[in-house]
């Protein structure tokens, strides 16, 4: 649906993108993580046609951005980093604009699903400068929608929303995501991207790295599985060690952090050996790393 | 066609709520027509007919010779208040255009809207009827109000018989849309290149100056408005509008207006 080739852009002599190579499939929700000023918002801007690229190429929805960019903006819905609404006229008129400016054939009914799907339909009458940040929020992606969209682009869908309304809206997402439309999420809140994205992309002006948020964990970290003991014996730590496929072990307390690539199948071994051992295991759990901690070892290089 | 009309209907909705540009578009017009008028009655109510010491001397030449030198003076007077008339369809644009382009700066709808298929013309047509349609028929209404009002309190028919004349006519009803449009581009261009809406708004005050110009150029008498200079003003109009909306269409960059303005 979304696939660049070394797309870059240059303002002056900054270079914000830099050769980004991505391919968003159909249907999936994509993540685009990184810090401020990393350039996701650039990204966004020449994915929707609203900027051009210095070089390299771009497609979305099979048209290539800079020749074919009334397509794309046809069939591409986006949510911009702030709403940009029009605040002093009514949710209903905004809305209707942008249906007519998307070339909707029925702007009544498309004004009136979304405005319903999004609970605001009772105050379709009011301006939108007396409602609050989420509303406007999902007001926005109301514009966003009314077009019927396959590829949606977020930017900070979130931000700046207190938790209910960030609630909502993320739960109005993973409604989208279940109706089968492709969204490219430009995110700051790294749990969001965890509950909401299939891959996710970590940049930092070029591209550091693209998986599923677990593939990634497990790339950065390893995954490790924490048995929690009655008493822990460093010999325990010593025996777990012999077996090849253990990377890792460490006591701390009363607990043995093992790291394993394939926790499921040597798991049941390690507890048989430490059974074995005369330990009393009382759970066994796997040790989950933040999407956080993953983020920060990537952009901060380390 | 429809992008442009809802353009249209946008600009309107929202400008027309904004009570700066309101009073802008309701006072001036109304200003500049009561103005004149209060001016004539108390004029004659005063019996202060013949004032011709206080013209241009060059004016009275220009003045029927059947004309006395009251109804001559009146014509001199009802000329310079006919400017007025050319001043409004700058004015109000202006007030328009650096509203509808700075307010959509303000909002931050900007983005978004561009981000729909709607072409730079499409966008820039729509904001130039938006801006300059309220301008004419504001300037085209109080010129009418005004032609009625002169001919309740002005006596003599041939003076009124001047305001008439198809030189008037063409000021107003071709120099004035005219205007309109090379104020609402000139507006246009500056916001789409400067950094600050603040000095956008300013700038574009600055298309006023050359009326102005001729405003003060008349009434000291250095020069008389007749045919020829309106038609020479129509016609050099024409031209610059058509350099106007080329260049505003130009210089309207998506880009640049999305990321210097911050």
């Known amino acids: 649906m979304i696939r660049t080739e070394n797309l870059t852009k240059k303002f002056a002599e900054t270079l914000a993108v830099d050769r980004l190579n991505l391919e968003v499939r159909e249907g999936e929700v994509f993540g685009f993580l990184g810090p401020n000023g990393a350039g996701k918002t650039t990204t966004v801007r020449m994915l929707t046609c609203l900027i051009r690229p210095s070089g390299g190429a771009a497609w979305v929805n099979g048209f290539r951005v800079g020749a074919e960019d009334m397509n794309i903006r046809r069939t591409t819905g986006i949510l911009t980093e702030t709403p940009g609404l029009y605040d002093n006229l009514s949710a209903e008129r905004n809305l209707q604009i942008y249906a007519n400016l998307y070339e909707v054939k029925d702007v009544v009914g498309q004004v009136e699903k979304y405005l319903r799907m999004l609970g605001l339909w009772e105050r379709r009458q009011d301006e939108v400068g007396t409602f609050s940040k989420g509303m406007k929020q999902k007001l926005a992606i109301a514009r966003a929608l009314l077009h019927e969209p396959r ?28 109706e089968g439309r492709t969204i490219f999420l430009c995110t700051h809140n790294l749990d969001e991207a965890d509950r909401l994205c299939d891959r996710i992309a970590v940049f930092k002006t070029h591209l550091l790295v693209v998986d599923t948020p677990a593939q990634l964990r497990s790339k950065i970290f390893g995954r490790k599985v924490v048995f929690h003991l009655r008493t822990a014996e460093q010999a325990m730590a010593q025996s777990l060690q012999k077996y090849a496929w253990v990377k890792d072990v460490q006591m701390v307390d009363n607990k043995l952090v093992v790291t394993l690539d394939d926790p499921e199948a040597h798991n049941p071994e390690i507890v048989r050996t430490l059974v074995g051992m005369a330990a009393d295991i009382q759970f066994v759990g796997e040790l989950r790393h933040s999407l956080e901690d993953v983020y920060l070892r990537l952009v901060q290089g380390n | 066609m429809k992008k442009i009309s809802t353009i249209i209907k946008k600009e309107w909705a ?3 709520k904004n009570r700066m540009v309101l009073f802008t578009v309701i006072f001036l017009p109304l200003l500049f027509t009561a103005m004149p008028l209060i001016i004539l009655s108390l004029m004659r109510n005063s019996g202060a007919g013949d004032l011709t010491s206080d013209m241009p001397a060059q004016f009275s030449n220009l003045c029927p010779q059947d004309m006395s030198g009251g109804e001559c003076f009146q014509v001199y007077l009802l000329t310079q208040f006919v400017l007025l008339f050319m001043l409004m369809p700058l004015i109000i644009p202006v007030n328009i255009a650096a509203y509808s382009i700075v307010g959509e700066k303000t909002t931050h709808s900007l983005e978004p809207l561009l981000a729909t298929p709607i072409t730079t013309a499409e966008l820039l047509t729509g904001k130039n009827l938006a801006a300059a349609t309220p301008a004419i028929l504001a300037t085209w209404t109080g010129f009418l109000i005004f ?16 305001l008439l004349e198809p030189m008037w006519l063409l000021a107003i009803g071709l120099v004035g849309p005219l205007l309109s449009v090379l104020a609402v581009n000139f507006s246009i261009m500056v916001s789409s290149r ?3 809406p603040r000095v956008a708004e300013q700038l574009s005050a600055l298309v006023i100056l050359p009326i102005l110009a001729l405003f003060f150029g008349q009434i000291s008498g250095l020069f008389f408005i007749n045919r020829r200079i309106i038609l020479l003003i129509a016609v050099a109009l024409a031209v610059l509008d058509g350099i106007m909306i080329y260049l505003a269409v130009r210089l309207f960059q998506r880009e640049t207006i999305l990321t210097r303005w911050k």
Do not use: M
Not at chain 1, 167 to 175: D, G, N, S, T, Y
Not at chain 2, 151 to 161: A, G, K, M
């Open chain 2, 194 to 196: 400067v950094n600050d």
């Open chain 2, 147 to 162: 032609i009625s009002g002169a001919s309740l309190i002005v006596s003599s028919p041939q003076v009124i018989r001047t």
């Open chain 1, 151 to 178: 590829v949606l682009f977020l930017d900070e869908p979130t931000a700046a929303l207190d938790p209910e309304a960030a609630h909502l809206v993320r739960e109005f997402i993973a409604e989208l995501r279940e």
């Open chain 2, 14 to 16: 929202q400008v027309f």
